[in-house]
């Protein structure tokens, strides 16, 4: 029995220092099944709207990511005014046994958004980001 496509268009992310190895996920020409494509870019700002343009004409909606330290910001604020973004608790997605490359990463995060089994944690929108970055804005009289 097969699970219920909760998701359509959808991407899996697993992002590295250097790369971003994404699987995409759209229904197949055959019905019932899903076309599954994978594909890997550099982590420079030129590449990461490659990738976010290429998402958009692949009409991927939502993409889910996973990332250790702060490698995904980038990748996160490229395409978060183009499509959701769901940022995933790497802890949570390393106790999956058996997944050993970055591609089976992005393959499984991506099977597991496509069928509503993931919970995004919590990024603060850009508003919020922005104050805690820089702090309040001051105000001088004149």
Partial sequence: MAMEVIYDRIAGLDIGKASVTVCVRTPSRKRGSRHTEVRTFPTMTRSLQVMADWLVEQGVTIVAMESTATYWKPVFYCLEE????????????????????????????????????LRPSFVPPPAIRQLRMWGSPVFVET
């Fill in 82 to 117: 183009r499509m959701e973004c769901w940022l995933l608790n790497a802890a949570h997605m390393k106790a999956v046994p058996g997944r050993k490359t970055d591609v089976r990463d992005a393959q499984w995060i991506a099977e597991l958004l496509e069928h509503g089994l």
